[in-house]
């Protein structure tokens, strides 16, 4: 079992709708989640991190963190063609671990 | 200011030879990350270093992978005997001391033919 899942995808949305996307993870112990984004031929860039349980919102973005289920989402409002890309679900493994794990990652279109 | 720089950003390489690939990390990021990703696949932890303390090579597949950081900024990762299934992305990543904000270079891209 990977520690990280995602859905792969890819998951097309129209314009202007909500992009939902999941992952779970295996290790109950991680304390931090993160959501990256990565353009084709793009390294990653992070969106979004989260510690606590329930929701934190930047923007059009909203994190969710459910600990006692094992699962994070993230929810794109409004979604726009330049939202589309891949979409990084990665944890922090508990103990002194510094490196983060990360998913394979959904692959987002949002269709004009 | 400058973000993380990585080269080559491209690399051919024939099974069997060495290379090398070099990452410039943000100016005073005292920690820094290898990961490895490969076509359609998530990121994998490589090595991790932090300011002057012992690197953490829990991620490195084999003794053919090695990596340094000299002076507590640039770092070198090389591989030695290159493998077909060597060929991937190679990202580095700094941090300044919160592990949790980690800035990614825009990686190599390794092919071993």
């Known amino acids: 079992q990977k520690e990280v899942e995602q859905n792969s995808g890819p998951l097309s949305v129209p314009e202007g709708a909500i992009a939902s996307l999941n992952c779970t993870y295996s290790?109950?112990?991680?304390?931090?989640f993160f959501w990256y984004r990565q353009y084709s031929g793009k390294s990653p860039e992070l969106i979004m991190f989260i510690y606590s349980n329930g929701d934190k919102e930047d923007g059009r973005f909203t994190a969710q963190l459910n600990k006692a289920s094992q699962y994070v989402s993230l929810l794109i409002r409004d979604s726009q063609p330049s939202d589309s890309a891949t979409y990084l679900c990665?944890?922090?493994?508990?103990?002194?671990?510094?490196?983060?794990?990360f998913g394979s990652g959904t692959q987002l279109t949002v269709l004009p | 200011g400058a973000g993380v720089s990585q080269s080559p950003s491209n690399k051919v390489t024939e099974k069997g030879k060495d290379v090398e690939l070099r990452c410039d990390p943000i100016s005073g990021h005292t920690a820094l990350y290898w990961y490895r990703q490969s076509l359609g696949q998530g990121l994998e932890f490589l090595i991790y270093?932090?300011?002057?303390?012992?690197?953490?090579k829990s991620g490195l597949p084999s003794d053919r992978f090695s990596a340094e950081r000299t002076g507590g900024s640039v770092s070198t990762l090389t591989i030695q005997r290159t493998q077909q299934e060597d060929s991937a992305v190679y990202l580095c990543a700094s941090s300044l001391g919160n592990p949790d904000t980690q800035y990614f270079g825009p990686g190599t891209r390794l092919t071993v033919l």
């Open positions: 290790d109950r112990g991680s304390q931090s």
């Open positions: 270093f932090q300011g002057n303390s012992a690197p953490d």
């Open positions: 990665a944890s922090r493994p508990s103990g002194s671990a510094r490196q983060l794990t």
